[in-house]
């Protein structure tokens, strides 16, 4: 009999262990997962990708550019850190390009070229909490498309040559892009390369591919926790009604295999973008960040030759 009674009791601990256990992780899982996307250098993450926590300036002569950095400040008193090349004959406009979730503008610094040899300024932003600037969280273009308002004004003080603006951006930074565009009569064309259309939609693949977590079924508890921890309404990430305001010329670029923003995300953009001079360009066999490798050569011509079509119509 106490022998039984002996294996009961562990029992009863095991199992209260695990009940333990389970708690810790649901509570870890429902609160602090949400965190490691919103929070740009989060420690977990940091784990897995340490460059997260290097700061790094942009080296001009490695690449052998003019440049010149500058900072300014955003409407809740956050310092951005960019930096302006200039361009080469005659001034065509200034392409400012916005990186990615936990990126920086230093991925720019090999293409700048492109840009300015074709008479265009060229201008690249770290993000707010990424790099050089500051910031914890992300809003996932919610807050920096007042940032980018905030560059653009600061542009035309610091650089009064400056404009028409194009916006150039990449995944968050894309999705940036065509939420400031419809802000400012100044911004003349996007770029989109891999944007989403409705952030809710890509929550449970920012869990996966940051967190390793499949929420595939729970997207709409996902999705709150996310939105929760940003402080930002559940419907500001939804740009649908903003392309159906979106008159300029936009070029909407996306891999057709990417696994982080599903390529249906930019067909979504493209078939609600009330613009006549819009442009879908999907590029088979690509991925999220590898657009211009499996391109090809050519890959930037195609891009600043929209540009400067559109230009001439403009």
Known sequence: MRRLMIFRRKIFIFLFLNLLAGVFLAFWGWFYIPKIVAQVKNPIAGWFNPALEEIKSPNFDKFELQGENFKFYTF??????????????????????????????????????????????????????????????????????????????????????????????????????????????????????????????????????????????????????????????????????VVQRLKIPVLYIHGEKDPKIPVTQTYKLYNNTASENKKLWIITGAKHIDLATQYGEGYYDKITAFIEDNLLLN
């Open 76 to 241: 809740d008193s956050l310092q951005i850190s960019g930096y302006h090349i200039p361009h080469e004959g005659v001034y065509k406009g200034t392409v400012i390009a916005l990186h990615g979730y936990r990126s920086n503008k230093n991925k720019y610094l090999p293409i700048a070229k492109h840009f300015t040899r074709r008479g265009f300024d060229f201008v690249a932003i770290d993000l707010r909490g990424h790099n050089e600037s500051q910031g914890e969280y992300t809003g996932f273009s919610y807050y920096e498309r007042k940032d980018v308002l905030r560059l653009i004004e600061f542009l035309k003080e610091k650089y009064p040559h400056s404009g028409p603006f194009i916006l150039y951006g990449h995944s968050v930074g894309a999705s940036t892009a065509i939420a400031s565009s419809v802000l400012s009569q100044d911004v003349k064309m996007v770029i989109s390369e891999s944007a989403f259309a409705d952030f809710r939609d890509i929550v449970p693949h920012y869990l996966n591919y940051y967190a390793g977590v499949d929420w595939d079924n729970m997207a709409q508890e996902g999705s709150r926790f996310v939105f929760e921890q940003l402080h930002i309404p559940e419907d500001s990430l939804n740009l649908v009604p």
